[in-house]
């Protein structure tokens, strides 16, 4: 092929007009060495073409998905908007989260919305209830803290007690000592 | 058509149905869900398959309504980098720096180009096939193709030319 007739097919090539076979006649001068300088950039186009061609779908999580997907059983059919799409899902698991969301505040607020009259009254009723027995619990428990820390003094007098018993016994066998008359008198006394 | 069949015959369709959506798509992830989806839709008509002249071509055209439904789905424009970075990646050693240039200028001009052109420019260039059978997959006449495909090449090759001024002014 000479200069000349590629320039020609090229101007053919530019206006669609040339055939599957020129254009593989100029995809092979384009792929040889040795190329004239004025028509250096063309060789970057079809090299563009060439090397677009090569990629290849390689994934293995495309070909697993496939053959979970794709069984032989007749009849079967596999609907598409089941099977999980990145945006579909996202979408779908927003909605989802959206409705839940709606849901348990609808119920947070309105929890009487659902409920009779009367048992709405016999509610208010023991709602009041509860709420006195919770308040005077409340003060029962302050006071029992209280009341404890009290507890806790009376402890410190139990032990000043013990003191004075041991004062009382230190007495008693004194006055033995001292008047042992008395003290048997007074024993027998008692019987 | 059984599995076997099926895995025989359509299998293989994959990574051309691949690079024409991501073509269209311009988003690998977007494009394997798109073949994925291809691949049930034609299992599911697997018994009927046999009455197709040419189950590419369905395959084909199938895979571009489903990218074209996708792009009238969008609400953002997809500003994807990953066909550049990807070239880059797998560049031969020899090339220098002007040529990525160059090739991600291509990519841009493509990108920039009608739909229809993109689609023409992909079937007929990158992947050799007869007017025909594109005329089939974009539902076009084969003079509106040439046309289109005169288009798309001349706007290529308008990015080359203004890169290489560009660059003999700067050498």
Redesign the interface.
């Known amino acids: 092929m000479t200069t000349r007739e590629i320039e020609a097919l090229l101007e053919k090539?530019?206006?669609?007009?040339t055939t599957?076979q020129e254009?593989?006649i100029l995809r092979k001068f384009f792929r040889s060495a040795d190329v004239p300088d004025h028509l250096?950039?063309?060789q970057?186009?079809f090299g563009?073409?060439i090397?677009?061609?090569v990629?290849?779908?390689n994934?293995p999580v495309?070909e697993k998905?496939?053959s979970d997907?794709?069984?032989?059983e007749p009849a079967k059919?596999?609907n598409?908007s089941a099977?999980s799409?990145?945006n579909r899902f996202v979408y779908i698991t927003a909605i989802a989260a959206t409705i839940l969301l709606m849901i348990g505040l609808f119920f947070t607020y309105n929890q009487d919305v659902f409920k009779s009259e009367k048992t709405n009254h016999l509610n208010a009723n023991q709602e009041l209830a509860y709420a006195e027995a919770s308040e005077a619990l409340m003060i029962v428990s302050a006071n029992l803290n209280a009341g404890l820390k009290q507890v806790d003094r009376l402890q410190t007098v139990d032990k000043a007690m013990k003191n004075v018993q041991l004062l009382n016994r230190f007495y008693q066998y004194q006055s033995i000592i001292i008047n042992p008359d008395e003290i048997q008198q007074k024993s027998i006394n008692s019987k | 058509m059984?599995?076997?069949e099926?895995k025989i015959k359509i299998y293989p369709l994959?990574?051309k149905?691949?690079?024409f959506a991501?073509r269209i798509l311009d988003h690998t992830?977007e494009a394997?869900?798109v073949?994925?989806?291809v691949?049930?839709?034609l299992?599911?008509r697997r018994d009927k398959l046999d009455e197709y002249r040419s189950v590419e071509a369905l395959a084909m055209i199938t895979t571009k309504n489903l990218c074209l439904d996708r792009i009238k789905a969008r609400r953002y424009p997809v500003e994807n980098m990953d066909n550049h970075r990807r070239?880059i990646e797998n560049m031969p050693e020899e090339l220098n720096a002007d040529?990525s240039d160059?090739?991600y200028g291509?990519h841009q001009a493509i990108k920039l180009l009608p739909e229809q052109q993109q689609m023409i420019i992909?079937l007929?260039?990158?992947?050799?096939l007869?007017f025909g059978e594109i005329a089939e997959i974009v539902e076009m006449n084969e003079n509106a193709?040439?046309?289109?495909?005169?288009r798309a090449?001349?706007r290529?090759?308008e990015l080359?030319?203004k890169?290489?001024a560009y660059d003999y002014q700067g050498n």
């Open positions: 090539y530019f206006e669609g007009n599957l254009e593989n250096k950039s063309y970057e186009m563009f073409f090397e677009q061609r990629e290849q779908l994934n495309f998905n496939l997907l794709l069984v032989d059919t596999i598409i099977i799409h990145r | 059984d599995l076997q099926y994959k990574s149905l691949f690079r991501k992830e394997e869900d073949v994925q989806e691949f049930i839709k299992w599911n070239f040529h160059l090739i291509i992909q007929r260039d990158i992947e050799g007869e193709i040439r046309v289109a495909l005169s090449r001349k290529i090759r080359l030319t890169t290489k």
